[in-house]
């Protein structure tokens, strides 16, 4: 079983950056598919980000651009690096992982497939 700690969540101005973090400690962490989940208030919870245990990436188009992610696993640690950020970037941030070998690309933005999830981490966008 893996857990997940996410951090690095703040409040920033429009056009700003922030770089959230995504800890995993328990089984070999390298095995691991993360994804990067946003969730607003009284909405869906949404892909953002993912990326592969071979370091493949995957964005939602509203970020591509914009959001960086990357891994680092000597650190056990998955990075999401957020820029030009907007206020409807706002939102409780999620870090998920699944084991899953082969996928497509619609299975990473499926939050359903994700059965390890951490506690999220607030970013709140100021206009």
């Known amino acids: 079983q893996v857990q997940l700690v996410e951090s690095g969540g703040g409040l920033v101005q429009a056009g700003g950056s922030l770089r959230l973090s995504c800890a995993a400690s328990?089984?070999?962490?390298?095995?691991?598919?993360i994804g990067w989940f946003l969730q607003a208030p009284g909405k869906e919870r949404e892909f953002v980000a993912a990326i592969s245990w071979s370091s493949n990436t995957y964005y939602a188009d509203s970020v591509k651009g914009r959001f960086t992610i990357s891994r680092d696993n000597a650190k056990n640690t998955v990075y999401l690096q957020m820029n030009s950020l907007k206020p409807e970037d706002t939102a409780v941030y999620y870090c998920?992982?699944?084991?899953?070998?082969?996928?497509?690309?619609?299975?990473?933005?499926?939050?359903?497939?994700?059965?390890?999830w951490g506690r999220g981490t607030q970013v709140t966008v100021s206009s």
């Open positions: 998920a992982a699944h084991t899953t070998t082969y996928y497509t690309d619609d299975y990473v933005r499926d939050k359903d497939n994700y059965p390890h």
């Open positions: 328990g089984r070999t962490f390298s095995v691991y598919n």
